[in-house]
């Protein structure tokens, strides 16, 4: 097998093209399941390039589940974006607090983003999601399509991770005008990544 580190520079020029491609909604990344945590944690670092200084939110909680995973995923947003108001307010910049949807499953989810993305919309415009579920992704398939729909989620541009191409998202699904981007990562040998410092200081 050969060497991670050419596929995963490969990976980092892909993904720093798309942030720098605003016009693009919606990139997919197709990988091994033993490859992706790497590869998340790999964009999960251009959070904050210089030719996107948009916040790059998380999303790893598997499509599993009644609700496939969506009032947990809620959550984890939730959660990401209170890091992200945390590191916001050490530069002096307040972000509005976003309470807990009363709504479960995919709709609570919806709401929690329009939140999310109206508190973030005077100093950064958009947020992008990096939605890198460890396992279950087919099942999301639908649901992602559904969101990149809203009108009220305008704001949000999305990064798929998933392993074998579970998680299929054909332009058809993603309504007029929205475009994708699609990159296989090879399959190589994994490293685990650095722990590294944290996304936000």
């Given at each position: 097998?050969?060497?991670l580190?050419?596929?995963?520079e490969r ?23 033993q490859?992706l945590?790497?590869?998340?944690w ?19 909680t598997?499509g ?12 984890e947003l ?10 916001a ?11 807990t ?12 983003l329009a ?20 396992g279950?992704?087919?099942?999301l ?7 990149l729909?809203?009108?009220s989620?305008?704001?949000?541009r ?6 074998g191409?579970e998680?299929?998202?054909?332009i ?6 929205t ?10 040998a ?12």
């Amino acid at each position: 097998m050969r060497s991670l580190r050419e596929p995963i520079e490969r990976v980092l020029d892909h993904v720093r093209f798309f942030l720098g491609a605003t016009e693009i909604r919606a990139m997919h990344v197709l990988t091994s399941a033993q490859l992706l945590p790497v590869v998340a944690w790999t964009i999960a670092t251009c959070e904050g390039q210089e030719d996107s200084p948009s916040p790059m939110l998380v999303l790893a909680t598997p499509g599993k589940g009644a609700d496939r995973g969506w009032t947990a995923r809620t959550q984890e947003l939730l959660n990401e974006y209170g890091d992200l108001r945390d590191a916001a307010r050490k530069a002096e910049v307040e972000l509005p607090a976003v309470a807990t949807p009363e709504q479960a499953g995919l709709a609570g989810f919806a709401l929690a983003l329009a939140e999310v993305l109206r508190g973030l919309q005077d100093p950064l415009r958009e947020a992008i999601l990096l939605l890198a579920p460890d396992g279950g992704a087919r099942a999301l398939s639908g649901d992602l399509g559904a969101l990149l729909r809203l009108p009220s989620l305008a704001s949000a541009r999305w990064i798929a991770v998933d392993a074998g191409g579970e998680l299929a998202l054909p332009i058809r699904t993603l309504g007029g005008g929205t475009s994708l981007m699609v990159y296989a990562v090879p399959d190589v040998a994994p490293t685990p990544p650095s722990p590294g410092p944290s996304r936000r200081h």
